[in-house]
């Protein structure tokens, strides 16, 4: 694709000057228009007033003019309140009582009054002054200084409105900012809801961006809670916001946001993306790298040969995923939320370990270019001392990113920052289109007004790129010029994933055991089998232990275990969400079984003192159905379960048990009553092989609990399933109610290889 494709000639740019771009190209009949249209000073828009200046520019200056006398009067309000409570007046006016008190009495009246500063003693220390001025807020009383503040802010609405006079004829536009200036609260939020009503939660933020940070101001200097009052002087006169922006959202706070250290590891690309990561260091080519990136949080690092033949060195970080955080990756919202207002964060800090195992050589040249998240982190590695002492940071370029509040550190460094004004993001770091300050004299901007007004979509990578080659090709020109340096060929790239933090493998360190493959008619199975996320419910049911005996295997060493009278049998419900043979859920029946070589009364009882692989009993699976054929053939080639493959739909994550199994004719369901945690239940499982006994090991981890079982009943149909059915009424629970339960909404376990006994 051809970029310079219906460019324009490169303007000439002063390095500190702040670009507003409009569509080139216009057809005549709408320049006609604009030509007739008259504004109400007697000038056209874009048209000079008499003195030269446009009607923005000097709308813009006398906001400035304006906040500095807002500011001196907030310094005058200041020293009088300083005055006002300080100890030697306080210790005059008890020794001199008719000097002293006429004294406090008349900076009172000056502070205080609608004549003098106000009525705001919240400068004052804290103490009697401070709840002073904080009850006149409280009780709508606004001073001097944050009037004439407000008014400096209407003068910068005033300029954004020359820009954009489709707000002026935009009813709900002009009702929610005439009700903000106005103070007028309850009118506002329903000026508010009526927009989003009628245009739609995207348009409206979009529509409100170039006028959020004056809005924003203007409502914290006006509002009751004078908590609100350091974040709108911040904003109307243009300081950088601190990092509790917009109260609530402390230091502590955001640290706590902090969810990891940070991980980087380098990824190969895909065929597909190899196929059209540039070849050529170009601005777009850099932006069109980050659009394939997409935001599943990889970031890119590139080597580019210079026209003097000099290798230097790209990293170009994405923005932010949508949706809601994530913990395996920084590009969320909550990591763009800490970027934002503090330098360290997982996302710069990952940024930092890709370049670190990238190899690049201490004192290298290096741009970094980033669209949203990834525009903040690069500039918090700008702004890093010895980040800029460990390579030279040449060029920063940000595309839709809230940057204003960040210095690099390295004064030579070239600093761009490109944003469309519908686009919320960028107005997040406090100043708005309509600000009439330039924190960055020394910086390229462009701030536009794009095609796209819809929010996110004029956040998108791809519409910034479009709008780069149609709407304002100057800048695009323009970067490419300062980025010559790096306008050549790529000799090597490299992607890197970036993490949260450097994650233990899955399961760790429960599930991280030695493995061996054995072969089956599936295919390879690892062993031990390894179960990450399952669910289960064990029906325990006293049986009749001569009845047990007689479906156990037809061998005399084998009897069930006498609890009093009766034997044990267990109904068992699994729901396997993640396993090493893939998801599945499971019924079996089982029973008690003693010792095979020396059975002893009680020894199920003492065996619960014993490590599982020390264990002499177990249970022995009489019938097992699970719903994959991978579990059918594990069970049976490798442990020597008899299972059959059937449909089961089971739901065991509450404290509601619903398991169904229409092939089998079963249904278990039922609410769980009040519970006791217990120990984890280890088990040993018998099967049968042929001649031989399979023992396997069956560990687990979660929570697991014990429940009466009257809330649950086990149903059968009439023309239920064998073998399973006629087990379960032999035993006499074809339609019980369990004794206890015992159950684990969540948690992992691991099934050894059967080990074959001589029995």
């Not at 406090?104 to 001025?133: E, F, Y």
């Not at 233990?504 to 031990?528: C, N, Q, R, W």
């Amino acid at each position: 694709m051809d970029e310079g494709a219906g460019a324009a000639p490169l303007a000439d740019h002063g390095s500190g000057r702040r670009v507003t771009a409009r569509r080139p190209h216009l057809p005549p009949h709408v320049v006609e228009q604009r030509e007739r249209r008259m504004r109400a000073d007697g000038t056209a828009p874009g048209r000079p007033v008499p003195d030269g200046q446009e009607t923005k520019e000097l709308l813009r200056g006398c906001a400035r003019d304006v906040v500095d006398v807002a500011e001196g009067i907030r310094a005058v309000s200041a020293r009088t309140s300083t005055a006002l409570f300080s100890p030697a007046l306080t210790v005059s006016a008890r020794r001199r009582p008719r000097t002293g008190l006429a004294a406090q009495w008349a900076l009172l009246r000056a502070l205080t009054t609608r004549q003098g500063l106000g009525g705001s003693a919240i400068t004052a220390p804290r103490g009697v002054g401070h709840l002073l001025g904080a009850a006149g807020e409280v009780l709508g009383r606004e001073s001097l200084a944050a009037l004439v503040a407000v008014g400096s802010l209407r003068l910068r609405i005033a300029a954004v409105l020359a820009d954009h006079p489709e707000f002026v004829r935009d009813p709900g536009m002009r009702r929610l900012t005439e009700a903000v200036t106005a103070d007028r609260d309850l009118e506002a939020v329903r000026a508010l809801r009526a927009l989003f009503r009628d245009q739609g939660a995207q348009r409206a933020l979009s529509g409100l961006a170039p006028l959020m940070a004056e809005l924003l101001a203007i409502r914290a200097l006006l509002d009751e809670d004078p908590k609100n009052d350091e974040t709108g002087w911040a904003l109307a006169a243009g300081r950088e916001l601190s990092a509790d922006p917009l109260h609530g959202v402390s230091a502590a706070r955001l640290a706590n946001l902090d969810r990891g250290e940070g991980a980087a590891e380098a990824v190969p690309l895909t065929d597909q993306e190899r196929q059209v990561i540039a070849t050529e260091g170009t601005f777009l080519g850099f932006l069109r790298n980050i659009e394939t990136l997409s935001t599943d949080g990889r970031i890119l690092l590139q080597n580019v040969r210079g026209p003097d033949g000099v290798v230097r060195y790209v990293l170009q970080a994405p923005g932010m995923a949508p949706g809601r955080p994530r913990n395996d990756s920084p590009q969320d919202f909550i990591g763009a939320w800490r970027n934002l207002f503090m330098p360290d964060s997982p996302y710069t800090r990952s940024l930092l370990l890709a370049l670190r195992d990238y190899g690049i050589p201490r004192g290298a040249d290096l741009a970094l270019i980033g669209h949203s998240e990834g525009g903040i982190a690069v500039m918090n590695l700008a702004q890093d001392e010895e980040f800029c002492r460990t390579y030279r940071v040449t060029h920063v370029v940000t595309v839709g990113s809230p940057v204003d509040n960040k210095n690099p550190a390295d004064p030579r460094t070239w600093v761009a920052s490109i944003t469309n004004q519908h686009d919320i993001v960028p107005v997040l770091d406090g100043r708005g289109a309509g600000s009439a300050f330039d924190p960055h004299p020394n910086w390229y901007e462009v701030d536009y007004t794009g095609p796209t007004h819809e929010f996110p979509l004029c956040h998108m990578i791809h519409e910034y790129i479009e709008h780069l080659r149609t709407v304002v090709p100057e800048a695009r020109l323009r970067v490419d010029e300062a980025l010559a340096p790096y306008r050549g060929p790529v000799v090597r790239t490299q992607a890197y994933q970036l993490k949260d933090r450097a994650n233990p493998p899955e399961g760790y360190p429960f599930l991280t055991l030695p493995t061996a493959s054995l072969p089956t008619a599936a295919g390879p199975v690892d062993v031990p089998v390894r179960y990450y996320d399952s669910s289960a419910a064990h029906l325990c049911f006293p049986v009749d232990a001569d009845t047990a005996r007689t479906l156990l295997p037809d061998v005399t060493w084998m009897t069930p275990s006498r609890l009093g009278r009766h034997a044990l049998a267990v109904l068992s419900l699994y729901e396997h969400r993640c396993t090493t043979i893939g998801p599945y859920a499971e019924i079996a029946l089982s029973v008690l079984v003693d010792d095979l070589w020396r059975p002893r009364p009680y020894d199920v009882a003492l065996d619960l003192l014993r490590r599982v692989d020390l264990r002499r009993t177990g249970r022995y699976l009489l019938s097992l159905a699970v719903t994959s054929e991978e579990a059918r053939v594990v069970a049976r080639e490798i442990w020597g379960q008899p299972a059959t493959r059937t449909a089961v739909d089971a739901e065991l994550t509450g404290r509601r048990i619903d398991v169904r199994s229409p092939d089998l004719g079963l249904t278990v369901d039922g609410r769980l009553g009040p519970g006791a945690r217990c120990p984890d239940a280890d088990w040993i499982l018998y099967g049968r092989r042929g001649e031989s006994t399979i023992r396997t090991q069956v560990r687990t981890h979660g929570r697991l609990r014990l429940h009466g079982g009257g809330g649950l009943r086990l149903r059968l149909d009439t023309a239920a399933a064998e073998p399973l059915a006629g087990q379960l009424r032999r035993l006499g629970i074809a339609a019980a109610r369990p004794r206890f339960v015992l159950t684990c909404p969540q948690f992992m376990l691991h099934r050894s290889a059967g080990a074959v006994l001589p029995r």
